[in-house]
């Protein structure tokens, strides 16, 4: 079992940068790729980024492209999701998650961002 722990996030105005980061313990040599993904009120959860945990190879939704940056630090076991250019759209509770194959099946609690106009 892989534990997550989110943090970072807050309110922000529109144009604003938050960084939230992600802590994995536990089972962690499993891992294969981590991932945030957002949900918005009365919204399902949609995928935001990821990144691979034994290389560099990531993936963005379009609609955060070029705004929102994912890195890691494998030896801290962690992973960051920079975003910068924040508009009211992205205001969401966020969700880090892990994968040992193919699914996500670790998820943390979620942490708040809102970003006023």
């Known amino acids: 079992q892989v534990h997550l722990v989110e943090s970072g996030g807050g309110l922000v105005q529109a144009g604003g940068s938050l960084r939230l980061s992600c802590a994995a313990s536990?089972?962690?040599?499993?891992?294969?790729?981590m991932g945030w993904f957002r949900q918005a009120p009365g919204k399902k959860r949609t995928f935001v980024a990821d990144?691979?945990?034994?290389?560099?190879?990531?993936a963005y939704a379009d609609s955060v492209k070029d705004r929102f940056t994912i890195s890691k630090d494998n030896a801290k076991n962690t992973v960051y999701l920079q975003m910068n250019n924040l508009n009211p759209e992205d205001t969401a509770v966020y969700y880090c998650?892990?994968?040992?194959?193919?699914?996500?099946?670790?998820w943390g609690q979620g942490t708040q961002v809102t970003v006023s106009s």
């Open positions: 990144i691979a945990w034994g290389g560099r190879n990531t």
């Open positions: 536990g089972r962690t040599a499993s891992i294969a790729g």
């Open positions: 998650a892990a994968t040992r194959e193919y699914d996500y099946d670790s």
